[in-house]
């Protein structure tokens, strides 16, 4: 059943490329999800010590754009992370949220293609994004295993780690462990989910267990800390029925070739249909990449590349013929 309970969405936004998929995502939202009733977030970073250059949106059209799709700028401080990790801003714009009330956070380079207000979501059970590859950790031969580091990451906050595994996988495969993508999470507070957030990223960013020592933390550190938070606040894996969320739903594409390489044909469609009118156009074709992609065929060219009933089983393999083919754009 879809959840009654009124919600807001926030994406985070700044100079360069995510002003410009936080346009289109808004203008997909207002597009396919007539349904929504809650508030729509843009969330900013401000000028501050930890970044060099101002990284607040910086193309007059792309706010004024905003105001015409009723979205709220929403300015936060960047105290922890800022320039030198920039994942960071979803940890700390959450502070910046109403408080006591759900939301949803997805990254920007998410398309929506259907009504929000249709998901079941249970906003008293956090979950996350499925749609991952096993990035972290990378088990080296002579290191600790998948089941040493994620104990000793459970332990560390005094967490319950067996009641984390998913125990129809076997022991020692990435997917026995509880791991999201964070291009999407929820929860019913947004305080009481940032600040445990915040706690968890900074404790392993700044004093990471033992068996952490062969593990890079650029740029997993958000999707390290984000399953334990999950776990911590009674969500987990099967909190969210599959298929409405990187489903049919939203699509979360990561960059527009690879929506073109890989997606669904009604994404495509959702795409080419919340970009076409012109009020949007003159603002999205400001971006090269929207602009060749989108506009002068470039994306049709990739599509053409692949056989989406046949795509090699790794990113890796789309990303290397994409680049190949000079339409690796970003």
Known sequence: MPSDQPFNVIVVAQAGRLQYEAALFAASL????????????????????????????????????FTRLDVEI???????????????????????LPGGQPFVFFDTDTLIT??????????????????????????????????????ALYEKFGLDFES???????????????YFNAGFFFYECPHKFGDRFLEYALAIRNDP???LVCQSLWPWLDQVALPLVIHALGG?????????????????????????????QFVIDALEDVSAPNWIKKVLKSYEPMKRMIYQGKGQKARALFD???????????????KRENLWLR
């Open 30 to 65: 207002r597009q396919y999800s007539p349904g929504f009733s809650g508030r729509l977030f843009v969330a900013e970073p401000q000028p501050g010590a930890l970044w060099p250059r101002d990284p607040r949106i910086n193309d007059e059209a792309v706010r004024q754009l």
């Open 74 to 96: 929403l300015p936060f401080e960047s105290r922890h992370f800022g320039d030198s990790y920039p994942y960071g801003n979803k940890i700390e714009a959450l502070a910046a």
């Open 114 to 151: 259907g009504d929000l207000s249709d998901v079941p979501f249970d906003f008293t059970r956090p979950s996350a994004s499925l749609r991952r590859e096993g990035t972290w950790p990378q088990i080296e031969l002579y290191g600790p295993g998948y089941t040493q580091i994620w104990r």
């Open 164 to 178: 984390s595994l998913d125990l129809t996988e076997p022991d020692e495969y990435w997917r026995r462990y509880l």
């Open 209 to 211: 267990p033992g068996e």
């Open 236 to 264: 987990g894996r099967e909190a969210l029925e599959p298929g409405w969320l990187d489903g049919r739903t939203s699509c979360h594409y990561r960059l527009l070739p690879l929506l073109y390489a890989r997606e669904p």
């Open 308 to 322: 989406r009933d046949n795509l090699p089983r790794r990113e890796q393999a789309i990303r290397n013929t994409l």
